[in-house]
């Protein structure tokens, strides 16, 4: 049987975005097309790019320039999509400090949703979570090559913090190496710098590493645009909400929703479909906004040797190649 496990980018709930989803009456940040697309998925991972609290202060980092922190609402927003699970290992999880960290573990644990890449202590942000896929168990591992002050220490809270310029640290091979003999493995980092249009070379070397060590997906995020897909690896995912200035050459406003086909515990093929974020709002591409997305997508995936086919739905499909 064939499951389909759904993967987004950076999610953020704050700023703009908050403003919309505690009105009164609340409003989705997601568009109807795109909420029943979701509907019809077995399950969703995303990055959330936020903390859900109302308490904290913002973190003693004066060359910081962005702090993301959702309402508590926004636990129960992600649970009504249909999210199964989040990677907090990222660079805004500590945005508001440990106090608002703790609240989101809470928040999410109580809508019913899993997380991976952050916790009360280091061993809590290290371990993985499993998440069903139409009875195909996958487990989800989260980690971030940024930045190394939010990184969780014996004592304390924190994001599962791996500096993946110098290599991909032994305890995520080992988190990778022993859930693979079990499950297959998706490993979901937020490395890289943002704004890029291909995988820097750090990237690519830890790609493969990951691989080498069981990883049957890596799924990254951090570029705020979507990279190509290389093998088994979906470089950048893009972003699914935000309220983010747009850079007219890159067009971070364009993004993708990726549709894994999960068969036999293999991941089979990808359907990448575009997206159009406008200000708090995401929805369904289409016309020259959805052909945009598809162009450079075909682009970016021959350039790793990948080929991307349009699909009758306006979809790009991909094989998932062992390669």
């Known amino acids: 049987m064939t499951a389909i496990l759904a993967l987004a980018g950076d999610t953020m709930l704050g700023r703009l975005v908050a403003d919309r989803i505690t009105a009164d009456p609340p409003t989705s940040p997601l568009g109807p097309r795109l909420r029943e697309l979701l509907r019809g998925t077995d399950a969703v991972v995303l990055n959330l790019e936020c903390c859900i609290s109302a308490r904290g202060r913002r973190w003693p980092d004066p060359h910081k320039p962005f702090f993301f922190r959702a309402p508590p609402r926004a636990a129960e927003l992600l649970a009504?999509?249909?999210?199964t699970a989040v990677t907090l290992a990222n660079n805004h999880a500590l945005d508001y400090g440990t106090e608002a960290l703790t609240d989101t573990l809470g928040h999410l644990a109580d809508a019913g949703v899993s997380w991976v890449g952050a916790g009360e202590d280091v061993v809590a942000a290290r371990r993985p979570a499993v998440v069903d896929v139409a009875r195909q168990p996958?487990?989800?591992?989260?980690?971030?090559?940024?930045?190394?002050?939010?990184?969780?220490?014996?004592d304390r809270p924190g994001v599962a913090f791996a500096d993946l310029r110098t290599g991909v640290?032994?305890?995520?091979?080992?988190?990778?190496?022993?859930?693979?003999?079990?499950?297959?493995?998706?490993?979901?980092?937020?490395?890289?710098?943002?704004?890029?249009t291909e995988p820097v070379p750090h990237v690519r070397r830890a790609a493969r590493a990951l691989l080498a060590s069981g990883a049957a997906l890596v799924a990254g995020h951090s570029a705020h645009v979507p990279h190509g897909v290389e093998g088994?690896?979906?470089?950048?995912?893009?972003?699914?909400?935000?309220?983010?200035?747009?850079?007219?050459a890159l067009r971070n406003d364009l993004g993708a929703l990726w549709l894994l086909h999960l068969e036999g515990g293999i991941f089979r093929s990808v359907d990448i479909v575009p997206l159009r974020l406008r200000v708090a709002l995401t929805e369904v591409a289409d016309g020259d906004d959805a052909e945009w997305v598809r162009r450079r997508l075909r682009r970016a995936c021959a350039r790793l040797g990948t080929e991307a086919a349009e699909t009758r739905e306006g979809h790009l499909a991909v094989g998932l190649s062992a390669a």
């Open 80 to 83: 009504g999509l249909g999210v």
């Open 138 to 154: 996958v487990t989800v591992v989260g980690l971030t090559d940024h930045p190394a002050s939010y990184a969780a220490g014996p």
């Open 169 to 196: 640290p032994d305890w995520v091979r080992s988190t990778v190496r022993t859930a693979a003999r079990k499950t297959p493995v998706l490993v979901t980092p937020h490395w890289g710098p943002n704004l890029v």
């Open 232 to 248: 088994r690896v979906l470089y950048d995912l893009g972003d699914l909400v935000d309220d983010y200035a747009v850079h007219p």
